[in-house]
């Protein structure tokens, strides 16, 4: 069956990096396009980063464009999100999909706190 499992959250203060991890299993990773969501206490479940099969096209919500960087290893079935310059507003739940049947992982918690 479909798996995802993320990793890598935590919290870190204004300014700091971290670094998500989604380990995909139960399906041919390659064929595949991915996305990260992250949902904040009270609001709606937002697209934060997707990525193609290939990992050769990739897009960003506008508020994590040039901070964030979507990326893959098909080698090692996993999607990663890079976050940089993190700002208390990016603090959520991050959750890994897979688009196409509507494939959720069970989050990582990300605060931006000082």
């Known amino acids: 069956q479909v798996q995802l499992v993320e990793s890598g959250g935590g919290l870190v203060q204004p300014g700091g990096s971290l670094r998500l991890s989604c380990a995909a299993s139960g399906f041919t990773f390659s064929s595949y396009a991915m996305s990260w969501y992250r949902q904040a206490p009270g609001k709606e479940r937002e697209l934060v980063a997707h990525?193609?099969?290939?990992?050769?096209?990739?897009n960003y919500a506008d508020s994590v464009k040039g901070r964030f960087t979507i990326s893959r290893d098909n080698a090692k079935n996993t999607v990663y999100l890079q976050m940089n310059s993190l700002k208390p507003e990016d603090t959520a739940k991050y959750y890994c999909n897979r688009r196409i049947g509507g494939y959720w992982g069970q989050g990582t918690q990300v605060t931006v706190s000082s």
């Open positions: 990525i193609t099969s290939s990992g050769y096209s990739t």
